[in-house]
């Protein structure tokens, strides 16, 4: 077995930029003296809520997405603004797509896949009650539905009909409902 090392990065790149995310062209010296040329993903941090009803319905943005090219349920949430606390960032975020606000926690974060360097929070929001309507940016078209958390579990997280999963699933072994 080798022993795994960082990569040393030669020089980087600024590919294309727009919308808080970008693409970087990278190139890293191997461990083993090698040059090797990446591209990889660059975002601002972010996070998701699984946000829960009094009566454990589950909040979710049901809207098209352009890389799947298709309609999809995600969790209410978005980039975190700089020097805005996550917490805030989410709570922010489910009033202005969902009119929605609740009890906000923090239940972990995870990186959003190996060649990115996204870094999304998960957030858990309970007693989530309706107090204004939403508040969707220019480029959000977004229908509001609230769906019981048995469904969620069965027609969302198992057949994939969802982005957020990672978050949800912390939400979910938060509640200790896995």
Same mark, same amino acid.
């Given at each position: 077995?080798?022993? =795994?090392?960082?990569?040393?990065? $030669?020089?980087? =790149? ?43 319905? *589950?909040? *979710? ?31 922010? &975020?489910?009033?202005?797509? =969902? ?5 906000? +926690?923090? $239940? ?8 990115? %360097?996204?870094?999304? %929070? ?6 989530? $009650? ?6 969707? &940016? ?6 509001? *539905? ?16 969802? =982005? ?10 938060? +509640?200790?409902?896995?």
């Amino acid at each position: 077995m080798t022993d =795994t090392m960082p990569w040393r990065e $030669v020089q980087r =790149t600024t590919v294309f930029e727009k919308f808080g995310r970008a693409v970087d062209q990278v190139h890293f010296e191997m461990p083993d003296g090698s040059k090797e040329e990446f591209y990889l993903k660059r975002e601002r941090p972010a996070g998701a809520v699984l946000a829960l009803t009094p009566d454990r319905h *589950v909040i *979710v943005a049901r809207q098209y997405r352009p890389g799947p090219d298709r309609v999809l349920h995600e969790l209410p949430g978005g980039f975190i603004d700089p020097g805005e606390q996550a917490a805030a960032a989410i709570a922010r &975020e489910l009033l202005e797509e =969902t009119g929605y606000q609740g009890t906000i +926690l923090e $239940v972990g974060s995870y990186w959003l896949d190996a060649y990115s %360097t996204a870094r999304r %929070t998960a957030f858990l929001a309970t007693d989530c $009650v309706r107090v204004a309507e939403p508040q969707p &940016e220019r480029t959000e078209h977004i229908d509001v *539905v609230t769906i019981p958390l048995a469904e969620f579990r069965d027609r969302l997280l198992r057949q994939g009909a969802m =982005t957020d999963t990672a978050a949800a699933y912390l939400a979910l072994d938060h +509640l200790r409902l896995l």
